[in-house]
């Protein structure tokens, strides 16, 4: 089965490691992610602002991307570019007046938009479209002795309109660590915050918030965190590094995506895993 | 020496306006143009530009090549009854009656100076230099504005998640009027960022063509020095015999 499939920039520049494996990941379970043809930018973050229509141009523009492929879904990987392509899907589809002015702006583009497009997780393609009994039956190398903690943030859960899952105590990560072999470990700090783009102005708020995180997992008995947003990726895994600078006694934990740790149970080779772009490195675990 | 025009001649001539040496009362067709606000009649069949020189205005500056390809001349206009700002080149485009323009030659830029031996060939680059990329929010106004054409929203986008080789493919007819970054709420500079796309591409990712490496090696090889000694060492006179000998292109 063909989803569309929107990478976004990061998944193209500092997270090819998530792109390489969710392609090889998802081929193996049967969905051939089909990169739309032509896409921008999603707009980074979903803007608050009541009259900031501008800043839904970009969300939108990509979902008459997925019109023009004859589309009504489209599934992304990257935690902020789902919560920004499906939080301004919905405020289009429940604000006419808005959508007309949007399309309007957007006079040269054949499709006008009316909100028809479901814009979908990868991780909710797994559970939903694939189904956890099949990748269950996938798996050649199980993962048995890990134990894996599943970091969510933000932008998987809220607003609650977008969120994946239960907001509150989601399952979803943990299940499909689940049918990998390996044990999920629940930790208090799955939900909170990484502070995201604080990491380029206010770095040492993320060097606490990272540290609180990981060792947090740590306690729990984790042995890696898994995480769907390349933000939190680089916040949890590069900046332990300055962690350890801050804190010597820190001990350093790998943060994988979640289509790493899967390859790696369902065999695939490791060169489509990418584990050299990690900045800690993970292959200790799996000696 | 034949008889034939010269190209430069031939070029002079094709650029002359249609109007040069008929007599006013002979043209037929007339519109009325707006130039800086100033209202003028001019005959139907010309550009702006040769418009404009009807009309009076001596360009020393905002023409260069009058063929569309140097970029001087870039235009905006409105027309009477229409609320879209348009956008071409005043070398390019026919006057319309209602037409109300000025253009605008130049755009200021701050054109980054960069060595490109020493550069990295990902996004790192980009956002180096022009780090206002980021800021783009795929409004498409560039594409509108763009005379040539080019998908200018899409290269600028490709150079975000440092694909330069979309970026060559797609700005590779940019011919930098300006007119996009003069119109972007995000105040960038596309065809600066196309500039340095297409010359990341060409020393990074294009493959090296083979008759570069054949024409490398020969030069390795030292083949075409007796060539150049024998220029060296030549007398005026046989220079100009040999200039008028030379192996060239028929014009
Ligand atoms: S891309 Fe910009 S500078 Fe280049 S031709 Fe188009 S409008 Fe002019
Ligand atoms: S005009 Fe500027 S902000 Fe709008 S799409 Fe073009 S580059 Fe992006
Ligand atoms: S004068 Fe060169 S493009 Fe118009």
Redesign the interface.
Known sequence: MEIPYYPG?TL???AKNFDDSAFAVYKKLGIELKELP????C?TVYSLTSDDL??H??PI?NLIRVEEQGADQVVTLCSMCYNTLAQSNLRIQQNEEERDKLNE??Y?EKVKYDGKVKVLHGLTVLRDMVGYDKIKSQIKKPLDGLKVAAYYGCLLLRPKEVCIDDPESPTIMEDLIRTTGAEAVPFPYANECCCSYETVSNKDIVIERTRMITQSAQAYGADVIITSCPLCEFNLDNRQKEVRKKYPDHVDIPVLYYTQLLGKALGLPLKSLRFDLNYINPRELFK | MSNEKSVMERIAEANKPVTAGVDEKDIKHWVTIRIMGKAYRVPSDLTILTAMEFAGYRFVRGVGCRQGFCGACGTVYRKEGEYKLKTGLACQTRVEDGMYLVQIPFSPAQKAIYDIKKERY??STILKYYPEV?K?????TC??ACPQDIEV??YV?AA????YEKVAETSFDCIRCGLCAMRC?AEIVQYDIGQLGRRMYGRYGMDKPDHLKIRLKELEEKKFDPELDKLEKATKEELVKFYAAREREKD
């Open positions: 920039c193209k520049t500092t032509r896409w921008n930018c707009g501008m800043h141009l970009a523009r702006f957007m040269k | 990902n996004v980021a783009c929010v795929s409004c498409n594409t509108k929203m899409d986008q975000l998640r440092g694909n709420p």
